[in-house]
């Protein structure tokens, strides 16, 4: 059945639109662990964000060999930060990384990008006031290009 499925897979991979590459993330463990690791990489890999996040979705059902997309995954989890639905999802977020092989590194990746805005945040008055004395120093304060 596997390689009935990988045939049908790949040609709905490489021929279809967003929508069938979808379809095929969500369908890829019936092709076999080896095979469903190469579309969860492809998927991974593309451009779609939604076909990103259908491969996240998915990874835990593929078994121990997706260990080898925990880079992978470290991106979708930068990704989901950068638009803010990391910090709106991350109870689930949380309860999908128990589920992977790898979930015992995953905790601090979810606590340090949920952390940085804080971080940076709290650093850049810091930063200023650091820098501010240099820039006065200089005489740069009174000059018309900074204002």
Request: with cysteine.
């Amino acid at each position: 059945m596997s390689r009935a499925a990988n045939r049908i897979l790949g040609r709905a991979w490489s021929e279809g639109g967003r929508l069938d590459q979808k379809w095929v993330i969500e369908l890829c463990a019936a092709a076999g662990a080896d095979q469903a690791i190469g579309y969860l990489a492809r998927a991974f890999a593309s451009d779609s964000l939604w076909i990103r996040d259908e491969a996240y979705r998915q990874v835990r059902r593929v078994g121990p060999g997706v260990a080898t997309l925990e880079p992978e995954i470290r991106q979708a989890l930068v990704d989901m930060n950068v638009d803010g639905r990391l910090r709106r999802e991350r109870r689930s977020t949380r309860i999908q990384m128990r589920r992977l092989p790898f979930a015992d590194r995953l905790p601090q990746v979810i606590d340090l990008l949920l952390a940085g805005p804080i971080a940076a945040y709290v650093a850049a008055p810091l930063g200023i006031a650091l820098v501010l004395p240099f820039v006065a120093e200089a005489g740069l304060l009174s000059s018309p290009v900074l204002f």
